[in-house]
C-alpha cells in the first residue's frame, strides 16, 4: 500500500536521529560552526540546526550538497548513518 504525501515512515524518527548524530558528530571533527557548515553547503544555519536536533529529514539534495561541505561522500554519510540506526531503533 503507497503512502500518501505528508505521511512519514514509521523509521523516520530513528533516521532523523542517527543521521543527526552523524552530522553532529562529523561537523565537530571538521571545527565548523553551523553558519559555517550552512554557508559552504548552500543552507541556512537554522536548517543545519533543525537537522543537528532532529526536526527535520534531509532531501536527497541537502544531502549531497551537506556531504559536499564536510569533504565526505554521500554514500559515506548515508554508511555512517546506516549504521547507526540499531542504537536508535527504540526511537522509532
Do not use: C, N
Amino acid at each position: 500500500m503507497a503512502r500518501l504525501g505528508g505521511k512519514s515512515h514509521p523509521r523516520d524518527i530513528a533516521v532523523r536521529a542517527a543521521f543527526a548524530r552523524v552530522l553532529l558528530e562529523l561537523r565537530e571533527r571538521r571545527g565548523m560552526t553551523q553558519e559555517v557548515l550552512g554557508f559552504e553547503s548552500g543552507y541556512h544555519p537554522k536548517y543545519i540546526g533543525l537537522l543537528e536536533r532532529r526536526k527535520h529529514t534531509p532531501t536527497l539534495t541537502a544531502l549531497i550538497e551537506i556531504s559536499r561541505a564536510l569533504g565526505v561522500t554521500p554514500s559515506w554519510l548515508v554508511d555512517r548513518v546506516r549504521k547507526m540506526l540499531p542504537q536508535f531503533k527504540r526511537t522509532g
